[in-house]
């Protein structure tokens, strides 16, 4: 079965953003790293779960509210200067790809249940 391109593209962020959220500060490696990256794990668990569910638009919703808890962790790893600007812009615009097809997503499954 082919893969959705919304669980390749969060694998693919996760690989390039792992390594780098690994590598905080301790200050924050503990908190807003692991968090992050928790975050990250949860998202494409739940992207893969939510292909098989029956009932999917549930858990697209919560997806929906991580991707945007992650987008604000992004946010915060730049303003306290443990990102380079150039990173938070790749990363941010890999967000906003998974979050925008995310949305398509939902939008298919609101249609899809009230027909």
Known sequence: MNELPIVQKTYDLIKWYVPILSRLPRSHKFTLGDRAIGNLYDILEGLILARYAREKLGKLEILNGKID???????????????????????????????????????????????
């Open 69 to 115: 808890i992650l987008r604000h962790q992004t946010r915060l790893l730049l303003e306290f200067n443990l990102i380079s600007t150039d990173r938070y812009e790749y990363a941010a615009k890999l967000v906003n790809d998974i979050g925008s097809q995310l949305g398509g997503w939902i939008e298919q499954q609101k249609k899809r249940s009230s027909l």
